[in-house]
């Protein structure tokens, strides 16, 4: 029974954990799930994110985000993404990040601008299964369809995206910033501004084309306004944290409370059930 109790607590601790948050939800529309210790959790404006979190939108919603570097992030409707891995390493008066994020189906709008009095952005890589996008300062569009084709459209900046999955000693050489391997450079193709391309099993060297007329539409209509927002979100940052912290507080005592509910209500259950089979070895 303690073992039991004691084991509750523990994923207490871990679904409202005591790490450090990496991001914060800003902003939600419909409905999304973040998968965490293999349990859903129903998110929440404010709610925390934490490395290795992995977020599910469903039909007609989305999710946006602001990490802790200052940049943001949209999750479009029918999305499933993983946030694997967000380093921070102090370094020169600064936190130097390297962040991985990988998307199995749908769409997100980045936009990779940090907070640069305090943090530098040494590297950010987003997997999916056709392809990796290695950006610094950019806006973008990344969206893996059911084929598991990706289109990559750039709105500011560019971004290099990487034929196949690269392994982590590939990735790693990435972070390095060695691009002139003769091997990564063969499977590199850069995405300018105002530019798109899809990555695809069946194609080898992507095609870069001007941005279609529907994406053009979408920058005007989502993009634009998601960017107009994301400024505001970093501009009250502080606010969202402690709007964030008071979120993570209010949970903890909340799980907390049912546990010891829970607790009381089995231990009630468990005694009654003990004299009635002492009163029938009586009888």
Not at 4 to 10: D, G, H, V
Not at 46 to 49: A, K
């Given at each position: 029974m303690k073992n039991?109790?004691?084991?509750?607590?523990?994923l207490v601790s871990f679904l409202y954990s005591d790490q450090n948050p990496i991001a914060v939800i800003t902003r939600l529309k419909g409905k999304a799930v973040i998968i965490r210790l293999d349990k859903k959790l129903e998110v929440e404006k404010?709610?925390?994110?934490y490395v290795e979190d992995k977020l599910k939108t469903f039909s007609s919603s989305f999710v946006e985000l602001l990490f802790e570097n200052g940049i943001s992030l949209r999750v479009e409707e029918n999305c499933n993404l993983d946030f694997k891995k967000i380093d921070f390493k102090f370094s020169e008066g600064k936190k130097k990040t390297k962040m991985m994020l990988e998307i199995f189906q749908g769409a997100s709008i980045v936009d990779v601008e940090v907070f640069k009095e305090k943090y530098q952005?040494?590297?950010?890589h987003i997997i999916t299964p056709t392809m990796v996008a290695s950006v610094r300062g950019t806006v973008f569009y990344i969206n893996v369809k059911d084929d598991y084709s990706t289109?990559?459209?750039?709105?500011?900046?560019?971004?290099?995206?990487?034929?196949?999955?690269?392994?982590v000693e590939e990735l790693?050489?990435?972070?390095?910033?060695?691009?002139?391997m003769e091997e990564l450079k063969r499977k590199r193709i850069v995405i300018p501004e105002r530019?798109?391309?899809?990555?695809?099993?069946?194609?080898t060297t992507p095609a870069v084309i001007d941005l279609t007329f529907n994406m053009l539409e979408y920058k005007r209509t989502v993009v634009d306004d998601f960017l107009k927002c994301t400024k505001e979100y970093r501009e009250n940052f502080e606010k969202f944290k402690k709007q964030r912290d008071e979120w993570i507080r209010k949970h903890k005592e909340k799980f907390k409370k049912e546990i010891f509910e829970k607790k009381k209500k089995f231990m009630d259950e468990f005694e009654i059930e003990e004299k009635e089979f002492k009163n029938r070895r009586k009888k």
């Open positions: 039991i109790y004691f084991i509750l607590l523990f404010y709610m925390p994110v952005l040494d590297s950010l289109n990559v459209a750039v709105f500011e900046g560019e971004v290099e995206g990487y034929i196949d999955k690269l392994d790693l050489k990435l972070d390095e910033e060695e691009y002139e530019k798109q391309t899809t990555f695809s099993y069946d194609v």
